[in-house]
């Protein structure tokens, strides 16, 4: 491949990958990367032969294309000014436009580092509005070609500066010979020019772990990119938590502290968000007037029913994604949260809500997700039942107009039951095992009530219609009752070792009021009706990617001052179990150390495996070092010809500026018919072919070529 033909391929490479990383931010429209693809192809050929070289040279040429991209920008601008359009959507797409005129116009190294520039800006504005992991792909491109394209750049410009462009009667001659060169390029160049990616990415992964960061961080802080969530607001229509299966987002990630060596791959989790108390036959709301009070804490717990017992209660931690509304999950009969703020700027200990019937929000207004620990008690222990006054009650026994059908069946359903847990147990088998099918079909109710079309006339229907039946049958025998809206479900991931949550996994239940148990649990819906767990090819690497994509946003997107701190007591941690037993050395003091560390010096001893690792490093780098300077005489050649050269001309009196190619001053020299404008012109064509046309000078060759310098600046000597 000929030098030309390299550079070109690189310098695209690089366009597109910033194109790339601006289209995986999200604000590009599906338009704008189509037509930046078809201009990508189009300006390929673009280039002699196949355009007149005198066309591409013309400077009309140059100008349309300005007059095109001026053009773009008259109609940014009246889009919003116009129409309102988002401004940054409107210069990104101006810069997409900028690039595409410069791949449509390039002709010397000027433009084509203008569009490593460009690109390099794109990837910048890409790091700004996306903080998913496909964006580390085009990071990694750079990364790689990067120094190839910067390389080849920085020697076009030197080819350019030292070579004439060719002749009308010698097309061979001069620059475009050089450009032709297969030989000015080698394997080697290449590799260790892509080896340089390797202290690049080092030297980010260094500042990017130690440089300090107090406060929000930036990457996370996506303003709007809450994942909107049906069924969490004020206000719930009946059949609208159906709407969210397919979606497979994951929107939780859920760790149980105690956790089985052999984790079952599906677990049936239930993690109520919201509950509705108010139900007018059509949607479930919750009662006016009920404001949000502040969570009780205790040492950094909040608590719901009491301060956790860490020795006892089972805790399961909880990475939850920003979603819209704000709203915290919780497993069954949670009695204290563990919050961790690191790193938020907004969110504080006491920026919790709770509101009558159980609902736990949270301030979002940084943007961010929420990390949390909840404890819940151990497996068959009953909580201590709270009491329910008269007013709740009353709320949560409230029947809708038009129901007395429905009342009817439950009260059928129920006769001869002689307390409310039969009552209850009833209710629920009959719509769990009865002959209702499961349902995401929502079908028009007609003239008749959602419920009654479910339960009399279409005998199907999802979770919500199911939880919505057995709440108004359950308050139709005089149980209170309330709907609960939450998750069901947690697919374990063996990669990331959690268990996901998903969108789809969206689900609604009833909590049901018993004297002596207080609120139970009750989930009406066909236990066949989850999607459970699917174990394949497919699924497995859908589940080895969302590990990443956790780990990306937990290392990189979510990386804070806490996260130092942890990562530094971990290094020390990691340090003091390579030490040997303590050694009589005198006591040292230690700051900002935990309380279980000791003050006392120790005889470091590194692990075999380590010293084995850093001994093969200093050996490669070693190796690399000697392949260097071995072939330092070979690179510096060139070079020490050219300054013989130039101390030859300068006792002749005849020295080259700093500013002036030697290509050039031996034109001049020519010119000026200076006496040995053959030997100079003789030894700057061997310069310029070793250094820039690959052409290796023999040791003979070199000889020969200093005495002609030599003999060069000697004659002003024997003058």
Same mark, same amino acid.
């Given at each position: 491949?000929?030098?030309?033909?390299?550079?070109?391929?690189?310098?695209?490479?690089?366009?597109?990958?910033?194109?790339?990383?601006?289209?995986?931010?999200?604000?590009?429209?599906?338009?704008?990367?189509?037509?930046?693809?078809?201009?990508?192809?189009?300006?390929?050929?673009?280039?002699?032969?196949?355009?007149?070289?005198?066309?591409?040279?013309?400077?009309?040429?140059?100008?349309?294309?300005?007059?095109?991209?001026?053009?773009?920008?008259?109609?940014?601008?009246?889009?919003?000014? !116009?129409?309102?359009?988002?401004?940054?959507?409107?210069?990104?797409?101006?810069?997409?436009?900028?690039?595409?005129?410069?791949?449509?116009?390039?002709?010397?190294?000027?433009?084509?580092?203008?569009?490593?520039?460009?690109?390099?800006?794109?990837?910048?504005?890409?790091?700004?509005?996306?903080?998913?992991?496909?964006?580390?792909?085009?990071?990694?491109?750079?990364?790689?070609?990067?120094?190839?394209?910067?390389?080849?750049?920085?020697?076009?410009?030197?080819?350019?500066? $030292?070579?004439?462009?060719?002749?009308?009667?010698?097309?061979?001659?001069?620059?475009?010979?050089?450009?032709?060169?297969?030989?000015?390029?080698?394997?080697?160049?290449?590799?260790?020019?892509?080896?340089?990616?390797?202290?690049?990415?080092?030297?980010?992964?260094?500042?990017?772990?130690?440089?300090?960061?107090?406060?929000?961080?930036?990457?996370?802080?996506?303003?709007?990119?809450?994942?909107?969530?049906?069924?969490?607001?004020?206000?719930?229509?009946?059949?609208?938590?159906?709407?969210?299966?397919?979606?497979?987002?994951?929107?939780?990630?859920?760790?149980?502290?105690?956790?089985?060596?052999?984790?079952?791959?599906?677990?049936?989790?239930?993690?109520?968000?919201?509950?509705?108390?108010?139900?007018?036959?059509?949607?479930?709301?919750?009662?006016?007037?009920?404001?949000?009070?502040?969570?009780?804490?205790?040492?950094?717990? $909040?608590?719901?029913?009491?301060?956790?017992?860490?020795?006892?209660?089972?805790?399961?931690?909880?990475?939850?994604?920003?979603?819209?509304?704000?709203?915290?999950?919780?497993?069954?009969?949670?009695?204290?949260?563990?919050?961790?703020?690191?790193?938020?700027?907004?969110?504080?200990?006491?920026?919790?809500?709770?509101?009558?019937?159980?609902?736990?929000?949270?301030?979002?207004?940084?943007?961010?997700?929420?990390?949390?620990?909840?404890?819940?008690?151990?497996?068959? !222990?009953?909580?201590?039942?709270?009491?329910?006054?008269?007013?709740?009650?009353?709320?949560?026994?409230?029947?809708?107009?038009?129901?007395?059908?429905?009342?009817?069946?439950?009260?059928?359903?129920?006769?001869?039951?002689?307390?409310?847990?039969?009552?209850?147990?009833?209710?629920?088998?009959?719509?769990?095992?009865?002959?209702?099918?499961?349902?995401?079909?929502?079908?028009?109710?007609?003239?008749?009530?959602?419920?009654?079309?479910?339960?009399?006339?279409?005998?199907?229907?999802?979770?919500?219609?199911?939880?919505?039946?057995?709440?108004?049958?359950?308050?139709?025998?005089?149980?209170?009752?309330?709907?609960?809206?939450?998750?069901?479900?947690?697919?374990?991931?063996?990669?990331?070792?959690?268990?996901?949550?998903?969108?789809?996994?969206? $689900?609604?239940?009833?909590?049901?009021?018993?004297?002596?148990?207080?609120?139970?649990?009750?989930?009406?819906?066909?236990?066949?009706?989850?999607?459970?767990? !699917?174990?394949?090819?497919?699924?497995?690497?859908?589940?080895?990617?969302?590990?990443?994509?956790?780990?990306?946003?937990?290392? !990189?997107?979510?990386?804070?001052?806490?996260?130092?701190?942890?990562?530094?007591?971990?290094?020390?941690?990691?340090?003091?179990?390579?030490?040997?037993?303590?050694?009589?050395?005198?006591?040292?003091?230690?700051?900002?150390?935990?309380?279980?560390?000791?003050?006392?010096?120790?005889?470091?001893?590194?692990?075999?495996?380590?010293?084995?690792?850093?001994?093969?490093?200093?050996?490669?780098?070693?190796?690399?070092?000697?392949?260097?300077?071995?072939?330092?005489?070979?690179?510096?050649?060139?070079?020490?010809?050219?300054?013989?050269?130039?101390?030859?001309?300068?006792?002749?009196?005849?020295?080259?500026?700093?500013?002036?190619?030697?290509?050039?001053?031996?034109?001049?020299?020519?010119?000026?018919?200076?006496?040995?404008?053959?030997?100079?012109?003789?030894?700057?064509?061997?310069?310029?072919?070793?250094?820039?046309?690959?052409?290796?000078?023999?040791?003979?060759?070199?000889?020969?070529?200093?005495?002609?310098?030599?003999?060069?600046?000697?004659? $002003?000597?024997?003058?």
């Amino acid at each position: 491949m000929s030098f030309a033909q390299l550079h070109k391929l690189v310098v695209y490479a690089v366009s597109g990958l910033g194109l790339l990383a601006l289209s995986l931010g999200g604000e590009l429209s599906t338009l704008t990367p189509a037509l930046c693809v078809i201009g990508l192809v189009l300006s390929w050929f673009v280039e002699p032969p196949r355009i007149s070289a005198r066309l591409m040279l013309a400077p009309a040429y140059g100008w349309s294309w300005l007059g095109v991209l001026a053009a773009v920008a008259a109609l940014q601008l009246g889009r919003w000014l !116009v129409l309102g359009t988002n401004p940054l959507l409107l210069m990104l797409e101006l810069s997409c436009a900028l690039v595409i005129s410069r791949l449509m116009s390039r002709r010397s190294a000027t433009e084509y580092q203008q569009i490593v520039l460009l690109s390099f800006l794109h990837l910048g504005a890409a790091t700004v509005m996306t903080s998913e992991l496909s964006w580390a792909i085009p990071f990694m491109g750079f990364v790689l070609v990067m120094p190839w394209a910067l390389a080849l750049s920085h020697l076009r410009t030197e080819i350019e500066a $030292h070579f004439e462009p060719a002749s009308s009667g010698d097309p061979d001659a001069g620059l475009a010979r050089v450009l032709r060169s297969r030989r000015l390029i080698s394997g080697r160049f290449l590799l260790g020019t892509a080896a340089l990616a390797v202290p690049m990415f080092l030297v980010t992964v260094f500042f990017f772990v130690l440089f300090p960061r107090v406060g929000m961080n930036f990457l996370a802080a996506q303003r709007d990119s809450a994942t909107p969530l049906v069924g969490f607001d004020d206000e719930v229509v009946l059949g609208e938590v159906g709407t969210l299966r397919g979606d497979g987002t994951v929107v939780m990630r859920v760790v149980p502290l105690e956790i089985d060596p052999n984790p079952p791959r599906y677990a049936a989790l239930h993690l109520r968000g919201s509950s509705f108390d108010r139900y007018d036959g059509r949607a479930w709301s919750r009662t006016p007037g009920d404001a949000p009070r502040a969570m009780r804490q205790l040492d950094g717990d $909040h608590l719901i029913t009491r301060p956790p017992d860490r020795g006892s209660d089972r805790g399961y931690r909880i990475v939850l994604s920003h979603l819209d509304p704000p709203v915290i999950f919780l497993p069954r009969n949670t009695v204290a949260l563990t919050l961790d703020i690191a790193g938020r700027s907004t969110l504080n200990g006491e920026d919790l809500g709770v509101s009558p019937g159980l609902d736990v929000r949270y301030d979002a207004s940084d943007g961010l997700g929420l990390r949390y620990v909840a404890w819940t008690p151990p497996p068959r !222990v009953r909580e201590p039942a709270s009491g329910l006054r008269g007013d709740e009650a009353n709320r949560y026994l409230t029947l809708p107009e038009g129901h007395e059908d429905v009342i009817a069946l439950a009260r059928r359903w129920t006769e001869g039951a002689s307390s409310d847990r039969e009552r209850a147990e009833r209710l629920l088998t009959n719509l769990r095992e009865g002959d209702l099918d499961y349902s995401l079909t929502m079908r028009d109710p007609g003239d008749r009530t959602p419920l009654s079309a479910f339960l009399f006339v279409h005998r199907a229907g999802h979770c919500e219609y199911f939880a919505s039946a057995l709440a108004i049958m359950l308050r139709a025998v005089g149980i209170p009752s309330r709907e609960i809206t939450g998750f069901l479900g947690g697919q374990w991931n063996s990669f990331g070792g959690y268990y996901a949550v998903r969108s789809s996994d969206a $689900h609604a239940w009833v909590e049901a009021y018993l004297p002596g148990e207080g609120w139970v649990t009750l989930d009406p819906t066909p236990a066949n009706a989850g999607p459970g767990a !699917v174990d394949n090819l497919l699924t497995r690497l859908s589940e080895m990617y969302e590990a990443l994509a956790a780990e990306w946003n937990e290392r !990189v997107v979510s990386w804070d001052l806490g996260s130092q701190r942890s990562m530094f007591r971990g290094l020390y941690r990691w340090m003091r179990r390579m030490r040997s037993e303590p050694s009589p050395s005198e006591p040292v003091v230690l700051d900002d150390v935990p309380d279980d560390v000791p003050t006392t010096d120790r005889a470091w001893q590194f692990d075999p495996w380590v010293l084995t690792g850093l001994a093969l490093l200093a050996g490669l780098v070693a190796l690399l070092v000697w392949r260097a300077r071995a072939r330092a005489p070979e690179l510096d050649a060139p070079r020490k010809l050219l300054a013989e050269l130039d101390r030859a001309l300068a006792r002749r009196g005849r020295a080259r500026p700093e500013s002036r190619t030697p290509l050039e001053h031996a034109r001049i020299l020519s010119e000026q018919r200076f006496a040995g404008e053959r030997e100079v012109r003789a030894l700057v064509d061997a310069y310029l072919e070793s250094r820039f046309g690959g052409r290796t000078l023999t040791p003979s060759e070199l000889t020969v070529l200093r005495a002609r310098a030599k003999k060069l600046g000697s004659e $002003h000597r024997a003058r």
